[in-house]
Structures are given as C-alpha cells and as structure tokens.
C-alpha cells in the first residue's frame, strides 16, 4: 500500500453529503484537500473544520462542466497547495422522475454533471499526471450504474457511463502512472437523497427513515451506508498502488 500522506487531492461536490466523507477521510489520512463546489459557503466551512483538525485546505468555487473552471481548479491546487496527486470526481444531481415524465433538459443536466463533469474534472489534470509521471483519480459513480433504477433512469444512465469512462482511463493512462477507479454507494442518506425522496412524495420529515426502511430488507449487513463508509473505500483505492480500473461497490451487500 502506498504511503499518501502528504499529498494533496481535489474533491469535487466537496462541500457536504458524500463528498464531505471523502474530503474528511483523506485530511484525517493526511492529505491536503482543495474542497470544490458550487456552494461556496459550505465549501469553505468544510476546509475550515477539516483544517481546524490539523489537515491543510483550500476551499474553491467551480463549476465541473466548464472546462476554464476546472483547469483554474487544477491551477490553485498546484500554486497554492503545491502540488496535486489525488482527484475525486464526485460532483453529482439526483432527480428521481419516471422516463416517461422526464424533460429532455432534466436528462442532459444529469449527464452534464454527473458524466461530463467528471469527463471535464479528470481530463484538467491529466496533463499535470502525465507530466510527474503519477496520479490518482477516484471517481465517484453508483450501484445504479450497475443496473436500472425505478425512477432514476437517467441517474443510472449517467453513473453507468463514469464507470465505463474509468475503466477507458485505467487503459490509456496506465503506461503515465496514473490510475483510475471508481467508488459505487449504495444507500447513503444526504441533503442530495432526501432532495429526492421529496420528489417522488416521501415527507420531508420522514424522509431519512423512509429511505433506510426501503433499502434495508435488501441489505445483509443491516445498516444503510454514510459519508464515513465511502470516505474510507476511497482513501483505500488512493493507497492502492497496484489497483486500477475497478470499481468498489460500497452498498452493505445489497448489490452482489
């Protein structure tokens, strides 16, 4: 296992939910974390708790479809952490709506974010990668891009493609260093997943209990899946030297 204390990572949708985990379990491994997010305020809370613990942190707004956005992103991560070693493509939208429902806009925003972003993310570092001759990307994609969803159709279609992206990475870019792997969560309860539950008529209220209750008959290990759980399968897949190209299912058991 490779030894990544000391480097630096950026995680997009850093700022809270699952990217939150991420971006605590890599400061609490000892790497340096660039905290970019759309949500500037929480992005910059973020870096701040995760500093006050001892971990180096730099909060960045960005947006992942813009490829000036990211490569600034990329840009400060070097200048003012100095460095870059780790990339966490983790920026995502979830709206859960029937196909037959669905606008044509809904559908290319979710592929925007969820797919081209992490296209546009990975794509800004790769040339820093090829020029140190390593890095890590850990990209974040979902037990719904190993099968269709009900009511998430175009979420499952957009994880299905990071998955298949990650692997094409692992391919090309194995001969530079650089690898490339994939962290699928399975239930995970998040302002993202309550936002959802929402949409198809679940109270706010019970929002969080409705989601375990459906997820846990399905799950052998008897409990839903947090932040922490994915935080820590992705600081393993960065430490993972001789890893690359696969994907780590983190649902409980509830996808086999």
């Known amino acids: 296992m490779g030894d990544i ?21 890599l400061a609490a491994a000892g790497v340096g974390v660039v905290v970019a997010d759309t949500l500037a305020d929480e992005a910059a809370a973020t870096a701040e708790a995760v500093s006050a ?3 180096r942190a730099l909060a960045v707004t960005c947006d992942v479809r813009d490829e000036a956005s990211m490569t600034k992103v990329v840009e ?8 870059l070693d780790i990339v966490c493509a983790n920026a995502g939208v979830l709206r859960m709506m029937p196909l037959e429902d669905l606008p044509l806009v809904e559908f290319e925003r979710t592929l925007g974010v969820n797919l081209l972003g992490v296209f546009v993310t990975c794509q800004a570092a790769l040339p820093h990668f090829k020029t140190q001759g390593s890095g890590c990307y850990v990209n974040t994609a979902s037990v719904a891009g190993l099968r269709g969803g ?9 994880k299905a493609g990071v998955i298949a992206l990650t692997q094409s990475m692992a391919l090309e870019y194995g001969k530079y260093g650089v690898r490339a792997n994939c962290v699928l969560p399975g239930t995970v309860v998040t302002e993202l997943s309550l936002a959802a539950a929402l949409q198809v008529g679940i109270d706010r209220g019970a929002g969080a209990r409705a989601i375990e209750n459906a997820a846990l008959p399905r799950m052998p290990l008897g409990r839903i899946q947090s932040p922490v759980d994915i935080g820590q399968a992705v600081v393993y897949l960065c430490q993972a030297d001789n890893v690359t190209g696969i994907s780590i299912n983190v649902s409980g058991g509830s996808v086999l």
């Open 76 to 83: 400060r991560a070097v200048s003012e952490m100095g460095r």
């Open 5 to 25: 204390r000391g480097q630096v990572a950026i995680v997009t949708g850093g700022a809270r939910g699952i990217g939150r985990g991420i971006v605590e379990q």
């Open 150 to 158: 009900l009511n998430l159709g175009h979420y499952s279609a957009s």
């Open 53 to 55: 613990g001892g971990a």
